[in-house]
C-alpha cells in the first residue's frame, strides 16, 4: 500500500514539473515588441486606455490580459480619420491571463496616425488589468 502511495506522489511531482515547464516554454515562445514600440495600460478601475499615436501606413499591435482581470479585454487597433475622428480598424477579444501576439492591421496608401486601443469587453465596465503595444519603427 505505501508503495502505490509513493508512486502516485512520485507521478504527482513529475507531472507538476513538467507543466510548469511547459508553461515556460509557452513564455519564453511569445514575441517581444521593438524597443521603439508604444504602450498603453488599463488598471482594474479604468474603462479605456489607449497608446501615443504613431504614424504609418500600417502597424503591429498586440497585448495581454492579467490573469487577475475580471472580463476579457477588447485589445484593438485604430486610425484617425480627419473629421471622422478615431476609427476602430480591428478590434480583438482577449481571454483572461491570454496575449495577443503581433498582429497586423490594415495598410493605407498613405501614411495615418494610429493608436492601441484596450476596454474591458463589457460595455461601459472596468475590472481589466492588462497592456498592449503598437509597432512604432513601421
Known sequence: MKKI?????FGSILLSVMLVSLIGMLTASASTPPDSSVW???GFTDREAYSEDVWGTYKVFGGTNSGSSQHNLTVSSQYFSGSGGWNFDKKIRVSIGQTLDD????QFSTPVSWRVNLRPYS????GCSGNGYMWYDM
Open 40 to 42: 498603453a495600460y488599463i
Open 103 to 106: 498582429t497586423y492591421t490594415r
Open 5 to 9: 502511495s509513493s508512486i502516485r506522489k
Open 123 to 126: 460595455v461601459w465596465t472596468s
